[in-house]
């Protein structure tokens, strides 16, 4: 068995070594073929696994898990906003490899400062790990821990309480948007609801002169280990956050606690803010709000940042390979693509007609043939120009009733050989309404395919 993060990399060599020089060569052997890979499994162990049981994953769930899995969440449900809120923000870090090998690694708070192998992290912890009882060996990894017991019993990792965060966590919203946002954007009204610090204790959960006490659970530590049994006879440690002081290492009793926070230091309150969605911002695109974030005792706020995402639109949909272009599927009549037409062809995004023109004998309209308007596509953000709009016209050809309804050929001009009967292509114009609007463009002089 081996230990590894989320991009497969293994733990540190030098880990192997020291395991060799202390235990000898029987539990040497077995350290070297656990850290090595001999084994013919493997586990994989992370600091946190609030983010994966908010999407209702596994921590070795792929990419395409875990946006399956969050799509299934409904946003609108008026009841799970604070929890989709968070929903939100554990699929941002799980769908970036980067930021899930460093939540993998590291949890919520990140990694700690100072570089080196974490923290969280000395020999005295590993020594005590190895001789305590003689029973098994482990390690921790930078805040993420993981223990190996043969069932000797004693053993295991230590460490001391996570540092403080720089600054308070994030707090990611999915935000949707329709198209016509997109081209003219948009500007947002809400009503946030965010944690502040209590008023009554100034922050620290307890009644005036009272001081917590050690944590009976985790001994003042912030965390805890539970076992995890990956073999027979071989039984891993995994290091967690302590539910009972939450990482603290002290806690207080019920009677001590804040009457206006009862205990959580910090209040919900709703704010009423306003940001712009500007014209042209891309799927995917974040907006932030700095220091509008969720407060927590002696740290400075995180922000509040938007996911803006893409509606789909029953028209138009993203032209891939140009920045700012739209396509369009459209159907014309036989006779227009033989014999050209006039006529406002779609509604565009911000209510306008576009009409296009298409000259008799400069053009054959071929069905799939793709053509260009140029300018017509969303704004580029950050310049004056637009993106194109791409047209792929679907030719309307008429069924076999009207064909052997003919009586006589037709001329190039629609008329009979004998100039007496005029023979329509039939087909359908699209209902556009009442149009206040009409700008007239042209097609691109060559289709594109």
């Known amino acids: 068995m081996f230990v590894r993060d989320k991009e497969g990399r293994q733990v540190d060599r030098w880990m192997t070594r020291v395991v060799v020089v202390v235990f000898g060569t029987n ?24 983010y994966y049981d908010l999407l209702e994953v596994s921590v070795d769930a792929t990419e395409v898990e875990i946006k399956k899995a969050y799509k299934k969440k409904n946003p609108d449900d008026p009841q799970a906003h604070d929890k989709f809120q968070k929903i939100g923000q554990a699929y941002e870090t799980l769908s970036n490899p980067n930021e899930r090998a460093t939540y993998d690694q590291y949890g919520t708070d990140g990694p700690p400062r100072g570089g080196g192998m974490g923290s969280d992290m000395d020999m005295d912890d590993l020594f005590a790990s190895m001789f305590g009882g003689m029973g098994g060996f482990g390690f921790d990894d930078g805040g993420a821990s993981f223990g190996f017991d043969m069932g000797g019993g004693g053993g295991g990792p230590s460490g001391r309480r996570r540092p403080k965060p720089a600054k308070g966590r ?31 204790c100034k922050g620290s959960g307890g009644r005036p002169g009272v001081e917590p006490r050690e944590c009976s659970k985790c001994e003042g530590k912030g965390f805890i280990f539970t076992d995890r ?6 039984l891993g440690k995994m290091k967690s956050v302590c539910p009972e002081c939450d990482g603290e290492g002290k806690k207080l009793r019920d009677k001590e606690k804040c009457k206006k926070c009862k205990g959580a230091k910090v209040l919900k309150e709703k704010k009423r803010i306003e940001f712009m969605i500007d014209a042209g911002t891309e799927d995917g695109e974040r907006i932030a709000l700095r220091g509008e974030g969720d407060e927590a005792p002696d740290i400075p706020a995180g922000d509040v940042i938007f996911l803006i995402r893409h509606l789909p639109h029953s028209s138009f949909r993203p032209h891939p390979g140009s920045a700012g272009s739209l396509q369009i599927l459209l159907s014309i009549r036989l006779s227009e693509s033989l014999l050209g037409f006039s006529r406002v062809l779609f509604i565009h995004l911000d209510g306008r007609g576009i009409k296009v023109t298409s000259k008799r004998g400069d053009r054959i309209i071929k069905p799939g043939s793709v053509w260009v308007i140029k300018g017509e596509g969303l704004p580029i953000r950050g310049s004056s120009r637009k993106g194109d709009m791409y047209v792929r016209f679907d030719v309307e050809f008429p069924d076999e009733k009207w064909a052997k309804g003919l009586e006589m050929p037709v001329g190039e001009d629609g008329v009979g050989a004998g100039g007496s009967t005029k023979v329509e292509l039939p087909g359908r114009k699209p209902d556009l309404g009442g149009v206040a609007i009409v700008d007239e463009r042209e097609l691109s002089a060559k289709p594109v395919n």
Do not use: Q, W
Request: net charge negative; hydrophobic share 40%; glycine share 10%.
């Open 27 to 50: 539990y040497g052997s077995l350290a070297c073929a656990c850290l090595t890979g001999a084994f013919p499994f493997r586990a994989i162990v992370v600091a946190d696994s609030t």
């Open 170 to 200: 994030d707090t990611m919203v999915p935000y949707d948007i329709s198209l016509e946002d997109v081209y003219k954007g948009k500007k947002v009204v809400m009503n946030l609801e965010r944690d502040r610090i209590c008023g009554g």
């Open 229 to 234: 049994h990956l073999a027979p006879g071989l």
